[in-house]
């Protein structure tokens, strides 16, 4: 414990330099100063990371020791972005932005330590699996509902509540990600065994994968109705790898790909906005004033960055439309270089091995499934924006973790880590818990694994 323990303090205490070091730097490219704040903005952050760290200390003390520390150093490089994007007319100033950056990424790891303390044991939650079903799909469906749903740059995906405008897909994603997981943990030898024939196919029987199917389609019917195509293709991928991993049968991934060039070409022939995407991810100059232009100017601004980028806080991203969300990995670019850009996409790998390697070591299958599918939405997301903002993709409007401006994203983000810490808790995954009504202690990696 105590190894793993120490490894992430004296990783954290690096973030913490980390963050600092470029926080200053980016003041003195900006404005040829020292910010007069840097001291109460380093006791901020240190009291923000060892706070989360002496949380896991407490309550998951064999917990991996990379993953927070990697999440703290993207999140506090994106703070520090944000903050140095000059003003905008008629939009909020970096600092403005930043500052409420601060308080999210407050509330995401108060929320990171309520996880740690509700979940004690991640299987647990394997007996709610039709309750996260109802909530996942509710979630989605609320922004559809006339008077709290906004549209906002073309996808009905927010919701407002008086002051508060929140994504509720992102919190769907954790919740049917625990659904998935719980229903193929229990009947996957089922779906793996049974057959049913149609024509020259042998599927599983819809009988047992139904219920799994139905909350796969509703998902995808309403990210593509509200026209949000990145959260469609994370919940594609989702239900694809994860019944993979759940029954052992490659053929899913066959078939996943399979279904998903037919859904493309569907979506291609039958919805404007999705021809459109990839029209101007094609050939973004056919109108480069207009919706050519976020590509264009990310390009621009990419180019300029170079192989050591032009400086922390001396970038001319403004002109980026969302530069502090769907496009920070074209200012980090810009800024940072080629270099920095690669050290952040080496980072998410980093969280990616890490999650799987917790996954792989995981006894208990609904806690092997439940890491598969975190690990997922997240290197996931994160290759679907950074692959959008370089060209490689059409462009989805998804954020890239921990790094891009938004509440929503940030605050679920650091859920989904301390889900993916608790699982890897070993010491604590291990501890049989006592059956409600019996009273008996079940063995371990009973159950339905």
Same mark, same amino acid.
Request: no cysteine.
């Given at each position: 414990?105590?190894?793993?323990?120490?490894?992430?303090?004296?990783? %954290?205490?690096?973030?913490?330099?980390?963050?600092?070091?470029?926080?200053?730097?980016?003041?003195?490219?900006?404005?040829?100063?020292?910010?007069?704040?840097?001291?109460?903005?380093?006791?901020?952050? +240190?009291?923000?990371?060892?706070?989360?760290?002496?949380?896991?200390?407490?309550?998951?003390?064999?917990?991996?020791?990379?993953?927070?520390? @990697? !999440?703290?150093?993207?999140?506090?490089?994106?703070?520090?972005?944000?903050?140095?994007?000059?003003?905008?007319?008629?939009?909020?100033?970096?600092?403005?932005?930043?500052? *409420?950056?601060? +308080?999210?990424?407050?509330?995401?790891?108060?929320?990171?330590?309520?996880?740690?303390?509700?979940?004690?044991?991640?299987?647990?939650?394997?007996?709610?699996?039709?309750?996260?079903?109802?909530?996942?799909?509710?979630?989605?469906?609320? =922004?559809?509902?006339? /008077?709290?749903?906004?549209?906002?740059?073309?996808?009905?995906?927010?919701?407002?509540?008086?002051?508060?405008?929140?994504? =509720?897909?992102?919190?769907?994603?954790?919740?049917?990600?625990?659904?998935?997981?719980?229903?193929?943990?229990?009947?996957?030898? +089922?779906?793996?065994?049974?057959?049913?024939?149609?024509?020259?196919?042998?599927? =599983?029987?819809?009988?047992?994968?139904?219920?799994?199917?139905?909350?796969?389609?509703?998902?995808?019917?309403?990210?593509?109705?509200?026209?949000?195509?990145?959260?469609?293709?994370?919940?594609?991928?989702?239900?694809?790898?994860?019944?993979?991993?759940?029954?052992?049968?490659?053929?899913?991934?066959?078939?996943?790909?399979? +279904?998903? !060039?037919?859904?493309?070409?569907?979506?291609?022939?039958?919805?404007?906005?999705?021809?459109?995407?990839?029209?101007?991810?094609?050939?973004?100059?056919?109108?480069?004033?207009?919706?050519?232009?976020?590509?264009?100017?990310?390009?621009?601004? %990419?180019?300029?960055?170079?192989? !050591?980028?032009?400086?922390?806080?001396?970038?001319?991203?403004?002109?980026?439309?969302?530069?502090?969300?769907?496009?920070?990995?074209?200012?980090?670019?810009? *800024?940072? /270089?080629?270099?920095?850009?690669? @050290?952040?996409?080496?980072?998410?790998?980093?969280?990616? /091995?890490?999650?799987?390697?917790?996954?792989?070591?995981?006894?208990?299958?609904?806690?092997?499934?439940?890491?598969?599918?975190?690990?997922?939405?997240?290197?996931?997301?994160?290759?679907?924006?950074?692959?959008?903002?370089?060209?490689?993709?059409?462009?989805? /409007?998804?954020?890239?973790?921990?790094?891009?401006?938004?509440?929503?994203?940030?605050?679920?983000?650091?859920?989904?880590?301390?889900?993916?810490?608790?699982?890897?808790?070993?010491?604590?995954?291990? @501890?049989?818990?006592?059956?409600?009504?019996?009273?008996?202690?079940?063995?371990?990696?009973?159950?339905?694994?």
């Amino acid at each position: 414990m105590t190894n793993r323990r120490n490894t992430e303090l004296g990783l %954290m205490l690096l973030a913490v330099i980390i963050t600092a070091g470029a926080y200053v730097l980016a003041s003195l490219g900006a404005e040829a100063r020292i910010p007069a704040n840097v001291v109460p903005f380093l006791v901020i952050v +240190l009291g923000l990371l060892l706070g989360a760290h002496v949380a896991l200390r407490r309550l998951a003390p064999d917990a991996d020791p990379i993953l927070l520390p @990697v !999440a703290a150093v993207l999140n506090g490089l994106g703070y520090v972005l944000i903050a140095g994007l000059p003003p905008m007319p008629n939009m909020p100033s970096g600092e403005e932005l930043a500052r *409420q950056q601060a +308080l999210w990424t407050a509330i995401g790891v108060g929320a990171f330590i309520a996880t740690l303390v509700v979940v004690k044991r991640p299987r647990d939650l394997e007996r709610y699996r039709y309750t996260f079903a109802l909530v996942g799909i509710g979630l989605l469906l609320l =922004p559809l509902i006339p /008077g709290i749903g906004r549209e906002i740059n073309g996808s009905r995906i927010w919701v407002g509540l008086g002051p508060v405008n929140f994504q =509720p897909g992102e919190v769907a994603k954790v919740v049917l990600a625990l659904f998935f997981a719980a229903y193929l943990a229990d009947q996957r030898e +089922l779906i793996a065994t049974s057959v049913w024939k149609l024509g020259p196919l042998r599927l =599983p029987d819809p009988k047992y994968l139904g219920p799994v199917v139905i909350a796969w389609l509703v998902t995808l019917v309403v990210m593509v109705y509200q026209k949000d195509l990145g959260s469609s293709l994370m919940f594609f991928a989702l239900f694809v790898v994860m019944l993979w991993v759940a029954t052992d049968r490659p053929s899913f991934l066959v078939l996943g790909g399979g +279904l998903f !060039a037919a859904g493309a070409w569907f979506a291609w022939s039958a919805f404007s906005h999705v021809r459109q995407r990839v029209d101007i991810w094609l050939d973004p100059w056919q109108d480069p004033s207009d919706s050519g232009y976020q590509i264009i100017q990310g390009l621009f601004a %990419m180019g300029f960055g170079g192989l !050591a980028g032009t400086g922390l806080g001396l970038g001319s991203s403004v002109r980026i439309p969302a530069s502090e969300s769907d496009y920070i990995f074209a200012v980090v670019v810009e *800024q940072l /270089g080629l270099l920095g850009g690669t @050290v952040v996409i080496v980072a998410f790998l980093l969280m990616v /091995g890490a999650g799987l390697r917790i996954a792989s070591l995981a006894e208990h299958a609904f806690d092997k499934l439940l890491a598969t599918g975190l690990t997922l939405l997240l290197g996931v997301q994160a290759f679907l924006i950074i692959g959008g903002v370089t060209r490689l993709l059409p462009l989805t /409007g998804v954020t890239l973790p921990f790094m891009s401006y938004g509440g929503s994203s940030l605050v679920v983000n650091y859920v989904l880590l301390a889900l993916l810490l608790r699982i890897s808790d070993r010491r604590r995954a291990t @501890v049989p818990s006592v059956d409600a009504d019996t009273g008996a202690m079940p063995a371990v990696g009973g159950g339905h694994g």
